[in-house]
């Protein structure tokens, strides 16, 4: 079964880096996995596509302070420089031919 | 520029049914795939149902059987039906673009469906 795992919490000094882990599931170590913010109170935004090969395409004005990583089944998203809008949720998320499935999300706070 | 507008969503009893719509721009409907995602109340996100281009469809397994996911090409526009509404159905349903490319890559801003008597 196509399962995504994260950590519930994170949290760094403004202008520190962070690094989240996103952790697929025995079987799918392979798959690609794409991570969107969700600020307070609004929708989610897509940030970024992680291959297993640590390559990693952003969306359109993503700053660069957001990057992606890949190392096994686990695939990363670090920010760097923390901003107080960087405090927001964090999914992941991944996809096969008859479902796309979410990670839990990962709480960022900024201190 | 690609744009998203959901509408259809508000206060129905358990029960009922409710179709909601996603409104596309800058790109069609018809050639993409196109997902519902929904978002319970202080919860994280869960996918729901995604339609493919050549019009074949999936369904979480909270919602098949209840809920279709279809669209209109001339009006360029998503929806999703959604019939004997629980409780649990509660939550902001965001409609998205979709590929096996790059996943979900662009989002609207959700519209609010509270099922309770």
């Known amino acids: 079964q196509l399962v995504l795992t994260q950590a519930p919490s994170a949290s760094a000094s403004l202008g520190a880096s962070v690094k989240l882990t996103c952790t697929l599931s025995?079987?799918?170590?392979?798959?690609?996995v794409v991570w969107h913010q969700q600020q307070p109170e609004k929708g989610p935004r897509y940030l970024m596509k992680?291959?297993?090969?640590?390559?990693?395409n952003k969306g359109d004005g993503i700053s660069d302070r957001f990057s992606g990583s890949s190392s096994g089944a686990e695939r990363y998203l670090t920010i760097s420089s923390l901003q107080s809008e960087d405090e927001a949720d964090y999914y992941c998320?991944?996809?096969?031919?008859?479902?796309?499935?979410f990670g839990g999300g990962t709480k960022v706070t900024v201190l | 520029e690609v744009q998203l507008v959901e509408s259809g969503g508000g206060l129905i009893q358990p029960g009922g049914s409710l179709r909601l719509s996603c409104a596309a721009s800058?790109?069609?409907?018809?050639?993409?795939?196109m997902s519902w995602v929904r978002q319970a109340p202080g919860k994280g996100l869960e996918w729901v149902s995604v339609?493919?281009?050549?019009?074949?469809?999936y369904y979480a397994d909270s919602v098949k059987g209840r809920f279709t996911i279809s669209r209109d090409n001339s009006k360029n526009t998503l929806f999703l039906q959604m019939n004997s509404l629980r409780a649990e159905d509660t939550a902001v349903y965001y409609c998205?673009?979709?590929?096996?490319?790059?996943?979900?890559?662009?989002w609207g801003q959700g519209t609010l469906v509270t099922v309770s008597s």
């Open positions: 998205a673009t979709d590929s096996f490319v790059s996943g979900i890559d662009c």
């Open positions: 339609i493919y281009g050549i019009g074949t469809t």
């Open positions: 998320q991944t996809w096969d031919i008859v479902s796309r499935v």
């Open positions: 025995s079987g799918h170590s392979d798959y690609a």
């Open positions: 992680v291959n297993n090969d640590g390559s990693h």
């Open positions: 800058g790109f069609t409907v018809s050639s993409n795939f």
